[in-house]
């Protein structure tokens, strides 16, 4: 069972639990522990983006920035102040990815 401190309830700190397994279930997915950048993204909460050392990435979001840096506290993972430089560098995109880029592109595909 997920432990509580003083400043989270006992939810709180299971959906902290649940986030951090998630993180560490991705990293052991693709070549062991990710590395992560939180960033607030308003009342929705906060955004954990991670990179994984095969190039994969992934975002998972958190209710609240409190909740987003517990996890990736808990979980042990690299975290980045921001995404860019080596760690953007990191990330691998596909043929998803490119199709998704350019239907944002005037005169490109429709995004629908």
């Known amino acids: 069972m997920a432990e509580s401190t003083p400043e989270q309830t006992p ?3 299971r959906g902290i639990a649940r986030l951090a397994r998630r993180i560490d279930a991705f990293g052991r997915k693709h ?3 990710a590395e992560a950048n939180v960033a607030y993204i308003g009342r929705r909460g906060a955004r954990i983006v991670l990179v994984a ?3 994969a990435w992934g975002d998972i979001v958190a209710p609240t920035l409190a909740a987003a840096e517990a996890a990736v506290a808990k979980a042990g993972v690299t975290v980045h ?3 860019d430089g ?3 560098a990191k990330v ?3 043929p998803y990815e490119w199709t998704r880029m350019a239907g944002i592109q005037i005169g490109g595909p429709a995004n629908t």
């Open 11 to 13: 939810r709180e700190a």
């Open 92 to 94: 691998r995109t596909g």
């Open 86 to 88: 080596d760690f953007a």
């Open 81 to 83: 102040e921001d995404f």
């Open 53 to 55: 050392p095969d190039g």
């Open 31 to 33: 070549g062991g522990p």
